[in-house]
């Protein structure tokens, strides 16, 4: 399987602090980049566990004793680990998003640039795809997604043009997604929109805001105290959960203080926020909206 390069290796690595005997998971195996990065680094008795729920990820599977790949959602990230006879680790890496093998696999239908049909699944296994979204979702249901994950203003009119569409005939395709979509598609951010309005179908197809919350929970877990969690995100939705959790260990809202108004927090920032240099997004596109953040629980 063709991977691309992994964004912001050397800087997400470093920022795991490997020690050479350590405990490490790769929560988004993909092509392997960022693990064989890992293990590269680890002596012979360090261990490094790689998930990835998509199938097409287990043909990039490394030939090394100290590496297992666990095939399923990084959600499950404690209970396989516990499966596994681990109950702490020294360092998580994730690595959010879409890999760009999906992107550039066309029947995935993860990408603005193929028409393929309405899928989006990260892992085959799943019911839910982007034709049920599409089709069957009510209004009220597509309205929600395209404002929360999408960030679109116009989510109520984007909901009614489809649902209307489809009372015609059922939306098969992503060509046909676009005709529907036309009048909202100005040449000049036709890209741009397309790309806010698949994300908030992959992300609903996907459970992505719930995945990464319970990743992190987990995460908080599973950490060693003195244990670092390195993530990339790319759009902002993920980053601020990202932000927020490691600044204060909620996804919202404020922790309770003391009469002194002191409360605990669970991780210190390793790093302020990392974003790729202009050589790195010159070389890797999809680098281009990367955000690294770094922290060590307490």
Do not use: C, W
């Amino acid at each position: 399987m063709e991977y691309h390069n992994p964004v912001l290796l050397k800087e997400t690595v470093d920022g795991l602090n490997i020690k050479p005997g350590g405990v490490y998971v790769d929560v988004t195996f993909g092509g392997g980049g960022h693990s064989r990065e890992i293990i590269s680094r680890l002596g012979p008795g360090g261990r490094l566990f790689g998930f990835d729920q998509d199938e097409d990820a287990q043909a990039n599977v490394i030939d090394d004793e100290r590496f297992v790949l666990i095939p399923e959602n990084f959600r499950f990230i404690k209970r396989f680990l516990r499966f596994h006879g681990v109950r702490e680790v020294d360092g998580i890496l994730a690595d959010l998003g879409v890999s760009s093998h999906q992107f550039d696999v066309a029947e995935r239908g993860f990408s603005t640039r193929f028409d393929a049909g309405l899928d989006m699944r990260m892992s085959r296994k799943n019911e839910l795809n982007a034709y049920v979204v599409v089709n069957e979702y009510e209004e009220q249901q597509l309205k929600k997604m395209f404002f929360e994950y999408g960030e679109l203003k116009n989510a109520g009119a984007l909901a009614n043009t489809i649902v209307n569409a489809r009372k015609e005939k059922p939306i098969k395709n992503t060509e046909q997604l676009k005709q529907v979509l036309a009048k909202f598609l100005p040449a000049h951010k036709s890209n741009k929109i397309l790309a806010q309005i698949y994300q908030a179908i992959r992300i609903e197809v996907n459970e992505e805001i719930d995945v990464l919350k319970e990743f992190l929970q987990q995460s908080l877990e599973v950490l060693k105290p003195g244990g670092r969690l390195s993530v990339i995100s790319y759009h902002s939705l993920e980053d601020r959960l990202v932000k927020r959790f490691m600044r204060n260990g909620m996804f919202e809202g404020e922790p309770d203080r003391d009469v002194y108004g002191r409360f605990e927090v669970p991780f210190r920032s390793i790093e302020k926020l990392i974003v790729p240099t202009e050589e790195e997004i010159a070389v890797n596109n999809r680098a281009r909206s990367a955000k690294l953040r770094v922290a060590e629980k307490i």
